[in-house]
């Protein structure tokens, strides 16, 4: 596809949408605040300064572990390399790529920035990779999986207990970007009891009710797919960056194009043409099968690279040494230990002028080891397990800011 080759919204649409946004018209199938459920009702009232899911919002980013965003990878871990995406990054372009098909669509920005913001808080250090290594430990020990979209969805409502929405707790736990669909429907009217329920069974189900899950409302719908859209073309970026592919490198999907900038417009347009007014959001048939293309490409050609995956099994080990040593750690109160002295003990002071559901310290301990683990940033999980295993074999080094894999070609 021609760098000059974007797609355009159809005249006629332009027209429409200017002249519903001129007459003050939105979508009638928008989650409006007066909607907002919450398990505490009486908590959190709604206000001109603070609408229902601005508070939402402003409960993520003042999260503790919001920060830690900053130094979760996305794809390339290892390198010390400030132009590589970390997940601090990918969150805001999903809110962002979000929230300007939502205006187009007339939907809530606001509920829309707050499933952005909040659904990757779950996300382990080194990204897939280690949600992978964390989840065949918790499931040998357990039989229970772990993933990163629960687990963020337990974050904002167990471990910090923060009384968030249930629309948006939906939309965090609903909005695994591994798996693109055509069309996406909206299951309005949930209830608490149907997400506690979807929550349980993504523990127990081997993953595949993840597969189907769609949120209850269309703003929710829109993150799930800007999830995609935001790391299908910036993967492909970091990949250059890195030198694992070449800067010039062209890929096979005509429709969407095959740069970060064509893919984020063309979907863009796509989604929008095809769904304005509706109450589900569609794709084309040219626009989805592309989408699936180029995350075939993407795997192939970056995601299961020798280059990325080079130091797994060495990860593996590492994740299996941290975790059984927390985990014996804690079942022995050795009260000097990381796990009480950084998370234990952290949980609780943060929470402390809240309502949690239940004492978290009484949880099972490799729920509690998992919690730990998963919030755990790529800097921090090297040095624990230095400290806490000093005799292990096992190490990672970075790619040093001064190797040629990390100079920019000018």
């Known amino acids: 596809m021609s760098k000059h080759n974007y797609k355009k919204l159809s005249e006629s649409l332009q027209e429409q949408i200017k002249a519903d946004l001129d007459a003050g018209r939105l979508n009638p199938h928008r989650c409006e605040d007066a909607a907002v459920i919450r398990r505490n009702m009486d908590w959190?009232?709604?206000?001109?300064?603070?609408?229902?899911?601005?508070?939402?919002?402003?409960?993520?980013?003042?999260?503790?572990?919001?920060?830690?965003?900053?130094d979760k990878t996305q794809v390339f871990s290892l390198y010390k390399n400030d132009d590589i995406?970390?997940?601090?990054?990918?969150?805001q372009l999903v809110s962002r790529i979000a929230r300007n098909i939502g205006r187009l669509l007339g939907l809530n920005l606001d509920l829309i920035e707050a499933i952005a913001l909040g659904h990757d808080l779950g996300h382990t250090p080194f990204g897939h990779a280690g949600e992978k290594f964390l989840s065949e430990l918790l499931e040998k020990e357990t039989g229970r999986a772990f993933n990163h979209n629960v687990q963020s969805a337990r974050i904002l409502d167990k471990l910090f207990a923060r009384n968030v929405s249930l629309q948006c707790l939906d939309g965090v736990l609903c909005h695994n970007g591994e798996f693109e669909m055509k069309e996406y429907r909206p299951e309005f009217g949930k209830t608490?009891?149907?997400?506690?329920?979807?929550?349980e069974l993504?523990?127990?189900?081997?993953?595949?009710?993840?597969?189907?899950?769609?949120?209850?409302?269309?703003?929710?719908?829109?993150?799930?797919?800007?999830?995609?859209?935001?790391?299908?073309?910036?993967d492909r970026q970091d990949a250059t960056t890195t030198k694992l592919i070449d800067q010039g490198r062209s890929f096979t999907t005509s429709s969407i194009g095959d740069t970060n900038a064509q893919i984020i417009n063309n979907i863009t347009v796509?989604?929008?043409?095809?769904?304005?007014?509706?109450?589900?959001?569609?794709?084309?048939?040219?626009?989805?099968?592309?989408?699936?293309?180029?995350?075939?490409?993407?795997?192939a050609i970056?995601?299961?690279?020798?280059?990325?995956?080079?130091?797994?099994?060495i990860m593996r080990e590492m994740f299996g040494e941290v975790y059984y040593k927390l985990l014996e750690d804690l079942r022995t109160e050795n009260a000097k230990s990381p796990i009480f002295k950084h998370h234990l003990d952290f949980i609780e002071n943060q929470n402390k002028f809240y309502k949690p559901q239940s004492a978290y310290n009484l949880e099972e301990p490799n729920q509690i080891v998992t919690d730990y683990m998963a919030s755990m940033t790529d800097d921090y999980f090297i040095e624990l397990h230095k400290h806490i295993?000093?005799?292990?074999?096992?190490?990672?080094?970075?790619?040093?800011?001064?190797?040629?894999?990390?100079?920019?070609?000018?």
């Open 302 to 313: 970056i995601y299961d690279s020798a280059e990325v995956s080079e130091n797994y099994e």
């Open 202 to 234: 993504c523990y127990t189900d081997g993953g595949a009710a993840i597969k189907t899950m769609v949120p209850m409302t269309l703003e929710g719908c829109v993150v799930r797919i800007c999830d995609m859209v935001a790391y299908l073309g910036k």
């Open 85 to 91: 995406s970390r997940r601090g990054l990918h969150v």
């Open 270 to 299: 796509d989604i929008v043409e095809n769904s304005y007014g509706k109450d589900h959001l569609l794709l084309s048939e040219n626009v989805y099968n592309d989408l699936k293309t180029a995350k075939k490409e993407n795997y």
């Open 389 to 410: 295993v000093p005799d292990s074999k096992y190490k990672l080094e970075y790619v040093s800011y001064f190797s040629v894999a990390n100079v920019v070609s000018v």
């Open 44 to 70: 959190d009232k709604n206000s001109l300064l603070r609408p229902a899911f601005v508070r939402d919002v402003e409960k993520i980013i003042h999260l503790p572990y919001y920060n830690r965003y900053t």
């Open 192 to 199: 608490f009891d149907d997400f506690d329920r979807s929550v």
